[in-house]
């Protein structure tokens, strides 16, 4: 099924090239430009092809897509001189249903770097290149050119006219992506030929789109139809399903991760190492990321204990232990899970009281309360007369105002003591769980 796009467009070629000699590459010229008119032996000139193409036709990337072919560029240079492998500037995507292309449109440079040997001789070289490519628009046909330029070695490097030109489409190649701490890895086993490919990498800026422009492969192909999911702050992460065409799933993966912030886009030549799978935690199914964020916050329970903010009702539940210990497993079962209820109620009654705050428009947090004087006195207050009674030094009846009614229900036996031990669990411990649950979320 992969060759059928390729042989429907050979067929479109051979018929263009009966119609006319494909009207005689009417829809692009092509031309070959220097950066410099004058260079020294040794030295290094960027060359380019420059394609300009009629309105609505266009020529190919590297990776032509489902149809068509790159641009070929067969060089005829005299000895002395040797041409490096042709810079792609970034394309555009093209999507035609089930045959999406990448292409140039109006115009590009295909940018090639031309070496001079230490011994060329001084003097003037003729550079000539056949350069040919697919031309589209409704129907494909193929184009073809001879170009030349003249490149004078001498003593001093001079800039040509086209020098301009050359620089500003340097601005259009794609950025080396080996800062991106980029990766690639299988996200599940496969399913027949295809096995979904995820490929993530670090951006300091939000992105409203991000893609993935793939290499073409003989032994696979990337489905050019990529999806956004979700990852960690900081980070772009792309779902591409890959289709294994023969021999084994393939070990790397290049092509141009691309990224859109507003109307500036990015992109970013890679060649990754395709790892068996990816980090635990974005590996992990629904129910595993779940189980893993109970573990932490279970994690910083346990670190809570030690907390300032705890502390103060560890010697309640102490002294409860010991008051129970010779009472029935099913009499300490209930006060523990009366305990439990009055804290999941003081939560409750928190929440509620936030979300009504935020509703009328302002701030609101539990945590703030603390960084009111007013309050952090009443709850040491409170706090030290519960201890106070606890040792024994004076006994406060439930008539005896609010702190009194605190105090005394703190030290109560029963699943009155219980419940409010909860409570006052709460209104002590919730300050400090931001910085030790926040791991767990």
């Not at 935690?281 to 279970?298: I, M, N, Q, V």
């Not at 029963?414 to 400090?432: E, H, I, K, M, W």
Request: hydrophobic letters at 50%; glycine letters at 10%; charged letters at 15%.
């Amino acid at each position: 099924m992969r060759l059928l796009p390729r042989v429907l467009s050979a067929a479109l070629v051979c018929f263009g090239a009966l119609s006319g000699q494909a009207a005689q590459a009417a829809h692009t010229q092509a031309r070959l430009v220097l950066a410099a008119e004058a260079a020294r032996p040794g030295d290094t000139v960027l060359a380019g092809v420059h394609l300009r193409m009629d309105p609505r036709w266009h020529t190919y990337w590297r990776n032509a897509g489902a149809s068509a072919a790159p641009t070929k560029i067969e060089w005829q240079l005299p000895a002395g001189v040797t041409a490096g492998e042709i810079q792609w500037p970034v394309p555009e995507k093209l999507p035609a249903d089930d045959l999406t292309a990448y292409i140039y449109e109006n115009d590009v440079v295909l940018l090639v770097p031309l070496k001079l040997a230490p011994d060329v001789p001084p003097g003037a070289l003729e550079l000539k290149a056949k350069v040919s490519w697919i031309e589209c628009e409704a129907l494909c046909v193929p184009g073809d050119a001879t170009v030349r330029a003249t490149l004078t070695v001498g003593t001093d490097t001079k800039p040509s006219k086209d020098a301009g030109l050359i620089s500003e489409w340097q601005k259009k190649l794609p950025q080396s992506g080996a800062g991106l701490s980029a990766r690639a890895w299988w996200e599940k086993a496969a399913t027949g030929d295809t096995r979904p490919l995820i490929l993530e990498w670090s951006s300091t800026a939000a992105a409203t789109e991000a893609d993935f422009y793939p290499d073409a492969g003989e032994q696979f192909e990337v489905n050019p139809i990529t999806q956004k999911v979700p990852a960690e702050s900081g980070r772009l992460r792309l779902r591409a399903q890959v289709k294994k065409l023969q021999g084994d799933w393939p070990q790397h993966v290049s092509g141009l991760l691309i990224q859109k912030s507003g109307a500036q886009r990015l992109a970013y030549d890679v060649n990754l190492p395709v790892e068996a799978s990816g980090p635990s935690l974005a590996a992990a199914p629904p129910l595993g990321r779940t189980l893993l964020k109970l573990l932490y916050a279970f994690l910083g329970g346990l670190i809570l204990n030690v907390m300032p903010c705890v502390l103060p009702v560890i010697a309640l539940k102490i002294l409860g232990f010991v008051a129970q210990a010779k009472d029935e497993p099913r009499q300490i079962r209930r006060l523990g899970l009366i305990y439990g209820l009055g804290v999941v109620v003081s939560f409750l009654v928190m929440a509620a009281l936030v979300i009504g705050v935020k509703a009328a428009g302002r701030q609101a947090g539990w945590g703030m309360q603390f960084g009111n004087p007013q309050f952090v006195v009443l709850l040491t207050v409170l706090v030290t007369l519960v201890a106070l009674n606890l040792f024994g030094l004076f006994e406060v009846t439930l008539g005896s105002g609010v702190i009194g009614t605190a105090g005394a229900l703190a030290s109560k036996k029963g699943p009155a003591g219980a419940f409010f031990n909860g409570v006052l669990a709460t209104v002590l411990a919730t300050p400090c769980t931001a910085p030790i649950l926040s791991s767990g979320l």
